[in-house]
């Protein structure tokens, strides 16, 4: 793939004209640490190239770079892919644009629509929207990851089920399409790349700057978690259950956002609930959560963010780490009975997991996000209402913690119908990725990327495939 590391390389520094710190190539010193910077250490990368325009007008002219030198293009916003396939993913022939430079931020304050940098970190966004006005939108609470690709494969976090997901805030982008060309999108300009671009932008372009719609900061924010040190999965089995029932009520309040994490030690119940504690105890949710309380906090919303981000920091750390990774969907329907949660916990006990870094995270979603058709963008976890993810972590990484993830997702997938894992999940394991993460709307983003892009200039492992 390519014409040569000579062709690109003279392309490329063509656009930076004398400018340092451009972009990096593998022959030099310190490429891997200080610009490639993979996020899962148990995937090898090694980019042809990896670029940090400082604007639209440079990602539109790398992007002719590797169309004429026959290269692939990916983007890389915060860089927390599963699979570092911003990075490419381990396949040759990728040039990486490092979207690090588009930091910019405004807020009109007569509609508080936001324009964000995709290369802004949530963390600097949150800041941003606060210091604007007071200003908040949906999306998920670790700070370190970038809002380019997080707000475009879906971009969920506690407060979805109030707000929705971070791609349904989005109202427009600037983005570069595969002709190297800088375009806008929006429902009314270029309307079938702005549907795709809602959940497979990877796939279609390099977005460079975001419009997005906000809402005022929840002025009161109650936080609570409740931990069970018990040492046996199978000992919590009982207590997943009443959770998994709280949590798949269709007349389940809004404001609230939940986790349930077993762990080598038991299992921890944590989350949110956008409002105040006498609203909280209304809602009647504390009297149907089980076990003991440890915490419950009033924070305000940046407080509660931070505490979130902490939180989630104990199992999702952002510093790069060999991990392994397991996922999948839950429609109501397709949610585990009683006895298979009690069969799968039990078996939990048994099985040698190779590391004491090990978690398994199911995750609450539906509310807000379901009243979007399914077809309205490319996100196709509309019916959803929960998620589980697994993680295992290593210093290396050993087979055998693959293999208790692998075995724990069959165990969950032999006693249930569900289907399909959120593309925020990169998995570069599955055989069927495209129609697990894209479901329904496969055959029409297929249709969107023979438009846009035939050739395949925005490529990874998993991306989507032109129509024929």
């Not at 990602?59 to 290269?71: F, H, I, L, P």
């Not at 009314?188 to 497979?200: K, M, Y």
Request: aromatic fraction near 10%.
């Amino acid at each position: 793939m390519g014409q040569g590391h000579s062709a690109l390389q003279t392309c490329i520094d063509g656009i930076a004209n004398g400018r340092s710190h451009f972009a990096a190539y593998p022959s030099q010193p310190l490429y891997q640490l200080s610009w490639v910077k993979p996020y899962n250490l148990d995937i090898k990368v090694v980019p042809e190239a990896v670029v940090r325009p400082k604007d639209s007008n440079d990602v539109a002219e790398v992007v002719k770079c590797a169309t004429k030198n026959g290269y692939k293009v990916q983007a890389k916003s915060g860089g927390h892919s599963f699979g570092n396939y911003g990075l490419g993913g381990g396949q040759a022939g990728v040039i990486t644009i490092d979207l690090q430079n588009f930091q910019q931020f405004s807020m009109d304050n007569k509609t508080w629509h936001a324009t964000i940098g995709a290369g802004s970190r949530l963390g600097h966004v949150t800041d941003r929207l606060h210091d604007a006005g007071g200003r908040a939108m949906a999306y998920g609470v670790c700070p370190d990851v970038g809002i380019g690709g997080h707000a475009t494969i879906g971009g969920l976090g506690p407060m979805s089920r109030m707000w929705g997901s971070a791609l349904d805030h989005i109202l427009e982008v600037e983005v570069v399409t595969a002709d190297g060309k800088i375009q806008r999108a929006s429902e009314t300009q270029n309307s079938d790349l702005f549907w795709g671009l809602r959940g497979a932008a990877s796939s279609l372009g390099v977005i460079t700057e975001f419009v997005v719609r906000t809402h005022p900061e929840p002025a009161n924010v109650v936080q609570y978690s409740y931990t069970f040190i018990l040492g046996k999965s199978a000992d919590v089995a009982s207590t997943y259950s009443a959770w998994q029932d709280l949590i798949s009520d269709p007349k389940l309040d809004r404001r609230f956002g939940s986790e349930f994490i077993l762990n080598p030690t038991g299992a921890i119940i944590t989350g949110t609930f956008y409002g105040t504690e006498a609203e909280y105890r209304a809602s009647g949710i504390p009297d149907r959560l089980p076990g003991k309380k440890d915490t419950v906090g009033n924070n305000d919303w940046l407080t509660a963010l931070a505490r979130d981000g902490e939180n989630e920091a104990l199992y999702l750390s952002g510093l790069a780490t060999p991990f392994y990774a397991k996922s999948l969907a839950f429609r109501r329907e397709d949610l585990i009975n009683t006895t298979s949660i009690a069969d799968i916990f039990k078996w939990t006990d048994s099985q040698d997991k190779g590391t004491p870094l090990w978690f398994i995270i199911f995750d609450a979603t539906g509310g807000a996000i379901a009243d979007v058709p399914m077809n309205a963008t490319a996100y196709s976890h509309r019916d959803k209402v929960m998620f589980y993810q697994s993680y295992g972590i290593g210093l290396p990484l050993s087979e055998k913690t693959k293999g208790f993830l692998d075995n724990f997702h069959n165990q969950i997938t032999k006693s249930t119908r569900a289907f399909g894992t959120y593309a925020g999940y990169v998995d570069p394991e599955l055989k069927d990725a495209q129609e697990q993460y894209w479901g329904s709307n496969y055959e029409e983003l297929r249709r969107v990327k023979k438009v846009w892009d035939p050739k395949e200039v925005f490529w990874n492992p998993q991306s989507v495939k032109p129509a024929e």
